[in-house]
Each structure stands twice: as C-alpha cells, then as structure tokens.
C-alpha cells in the first residue's frame, strides 16, 4: 500500500507523553538534551525526532487500516501523559489505574525497540534455517512438508521449486528469510501479553529526587533490567523478567523514578544526589544509542565510591562511546 501525506512517518518506540517529561517547553515545541554516542555529540532535539522509526507500527494486512495500531497507541499515549501528570504531582504510586498505566509503560518500553526487533529477527533467521535444513535432508521429506504446506495454505497451490533447486540455493547461501512487520508486531503484543503478569508481581520502589538536583536522566532503552547482587551483574549470566534476584529501573521524569523487585512491597525512597547519581548510571549503560535529559546538569555514577561525573561529561566518556 502507497504511502500518502496524511499518514504518520515517524512513530515513536518510546513514547512521546514520556520523553516530555525529561524536556523542556519551547514554543508549542518539546527540546531535550540528546547525548548520542553513535555520533560521540550532544545536542538539542525536539521530541518528535527522537526514539522514533518510520512506520514502526505500521500493519500491512488486508482490509485492516494500516495505521490502526499507531491510533490505539494514540489513544493509550493520551491516557498515560495523564497518569504521568498525576503520579508526579502525587509523588505516589498510590493510584492503582495510574500505576496501572505506568507498569504498561514499561512492558511496551521493554519489548518494542528496533534493537529487541533485531534479535527477533536473528532468532527467526536461525530457527528457519534449522527448520529448512531440516526439511532439506532427503527429498522424500521435502516433498511431503511441501504438501504439507500447501494442505496448510501456507504455499499456494502453483508452487513448484524442486528439492534439487531449494537444496542449491540454501547450501549456496542465496536463501534469505524475511519476517515482516506484522509477524514482529504480533510476537511483541504476545510477549507482553506475557510479561505484564510478571511486572505486576513484582513490588515498586520509588525514588523521588531531591529538589535542586540534576534528576534522573532517561535514555531510548528507559527499561533496564539487572541482577540486584552488584556482583552478578559483569557475569556471564543474563537476568531474566520472571527471575527472583533481579531489579528492574525505570525513571519516570527527572523528579522520580522506580525499581521493581519480587518479593517486596511498594515503597518510597527520599533519595540523595548519590543515590540518584548510581541510577543514572543506568541509562549511558543500556542505551541502544541515546541519552536524554532537560539539559547537563545531572550526576551520573556506577558506584558510590566513584566521584560523579556530570552530563557534561557523559559525551566524551569513553565507556559510553564504548558500546557504539
């Protein structure tokens, strides 16, 4: 289907309503501090040209709108700025529909980036292949799985390519497997579908900022899950969602932000600058390639042994430009 003018191109991963929480008002316009590390520059942006693809949540399905999905997360974005409105007035995760809203938040944060879409993609690539190969082990076998298929209407009935000349160009390596943006669209709507249960077990820790600090800084990766053991975290083993002994960290706006973890209660937390310096460590860490933050006035720390670094800072240093 044609693109025409009236359609959205750019459409955000990380929502807008969210990223205005860390900007500050120009005009009608939203700027934050971008802190790129791909480009090893910083610099202001508006908040519609940041954390955003074109055509992220398009849909190509017949007789479906293809802009249906970027309506509803439309219509999701104007309830959330709300919520967010409130919790930060509130200082409280005390409104279950706005905590609600906010845990929501995170799950979409979580699963729909262009990097999450990268592995998924290579995940897809590498289960195909076995899949094919598989198939591919004797014609015998290939010709029945085409059958298969077609009886399935996964092939149409007009397909024809001979084992002898799928065998060629698999083994010659001019076979690629293609999953769309449906197919990605769909995997990532059933994952959250999975994980929202998890993220509601799990209890919230919030840290308000003291007043007069830098805050808390976000980034295009806000999501960020850890081990809670400091020890675990440089190892070999990845924290999962649903694992006991990890903490997920979230900033909300510069005022406040959240830490989630089993087995405990939801609580507040007055935090100092250092606190809230060791959490901004965070965002540089798990940054798929942006920082955002109002201006460069915030601290930023891994351990409370380091002194704090300032924004100004972060742009030339070397273990954020690392990961580029």
């Known amino acids: 289907m044609g693109k025409t003018r009236n359609r959205p191109v750019k459409q955000h991963y990380v929502p807008q309503c969210y990223l205005r929480q860390f900007a500050n008002k120009y005009r009608k316009a939203h700027h934050v501090s971008v802190f790129d590390r791909k480009e090893a520059r910083t610099y202001k942006n ?101 059958q298969e298929a077609k009886a399935e209407g996964a092939l149409p009935d007009d397909y024809s390519v001979a084992y002898d000349e799928m065998k060629a160009a698999f083994e010659g390596g001019g076979f690629k497997i293609i999953i769309d943006n449906n197919a990605l669209i769909s995997i990532e709507l059933q994952l959250l579908d999975h994980i929202m249960p998890l993220l509601h077990k799990r209890g919230w820790h919030l840290l308000r900022a003291p007043e007069g600090s830098g805050g808390f800084i976000t980034s295009d990766r806000p999501f960020y899950l850890m081990w809670e053991d400091p020890a675990m975290r440089d190892g070999p083993l990845a924290p999962g969602l649903a694992m006991m002994g990890t903490d997920i960290y979230f900033p909300i706006s510069p005022k406040l932000a959240v830490v989630g973890a089993f087995n405990v209660g939801n609580t507040v937390e007055d935090a100092d600058e250092i606190t809230v310096a060791v959490a901004n460590s965070a965002m540089p860490d798990g940054a798929d390639r942006q920082v955002y933050a109002p201006d460069h006035k915030f601290l930023y720390v891994r351990t409370r042994e380091e002194k704090p670094r300032t924004g100004g800072q972060l742009i030339s240093d070397k273990r954020f430009l690392r990961k580029a």
Do not use: W
């Not at 974005?77 to 409104?95: G, K, V, Y």
């Open 46 to 146: 508006n908040t519609q040209a940041v954390a955003c693809q074109n055509y992220f949540n398009r849909i190509e399905l017949d007789g479906m709108d293809p802009d249906a999905l970027e309506t509803a997360m439309s219509q999701f974005e104007t309830n959330l700025a709300e919520a967010l409105a409130r919790i930060n007035d509130a200082r409280n995760l005390e409104n279950e529909d706005d905590r609600a809203h906010l845990l929501t938040l995170i799950g979409l944060t979580a699963l729909r980036n262009p990097d999450m879409r990268k592995n998924i993609r290579g995940i897809a690539n590498d289960v195909g292949r076995m899949n094919i190969a598989a198939r591919l082990q004797s014609e015998e076998i290939y010709n029945a799985s085409v």
